[in-house]
């Protein structure tokens, strides 16, 4: 199970920090990957972490990927945020250290946190 948390009103150029925390698994053997979904639109691949870390173009220099195995969680360090950046955001986890970036990949879901950035 993945619970995300972290979530809130921040204004643009704020910082948020998120949180994915996992239980009953294997952790440290296992992709972690963040997607987000604002509405009327796809969920989106945003960052990821296996054994390396991927991020998507539009938040690569501000948002941070990193993990802590002996606290199964891993962490999303948003910096610089815009507008742009409001949407629910879900962990994701599959067992594989090769980070992708599609939905279908990923086997198990996180209940999801909404961010929004107020310009």
């Known amino acids: 199970q993945l619970q995300a948390s972290g979530g809130g009103l921040v204004q643009a150029g704020g910082s948020l920090r998120l949180s994915c925390a996992a239980s009953?698994?294997?952790?440290?053997?296992?992709?972690v990957a963040w997607f987000r979904q604002a509405p009327g639109k796809e969920r989106e691949f945003v960052a990821g972490i296996g054994g390396y870390t991927r991020y998507a173009d539009s938040v690569k220099g501000r948002f941070t990927i990193s993990r802590d195995n002996a606290k199964s969680t891993v962490y999303l360090q948003m910096n610089s945020l815009k507008p742009e950046d409001t949407a629910v955001y879900y962990c994701?986890?599959?067992?594989?250290?090769?980070?992708?970036?599609?939905?279908?990949?990923?086997?198990?879901w996180g209940q999801g946190t909404q961010v929004t950035v107020s310009s």
């Open positions: 994701a986890a599959r067992r594989s250290m090769l980070v992708v970036a599609i939905t279908e990949a990923y086997d198990y």
């Open positions: 009953g698994q294997t952790f440290s053997s296992y992709t």
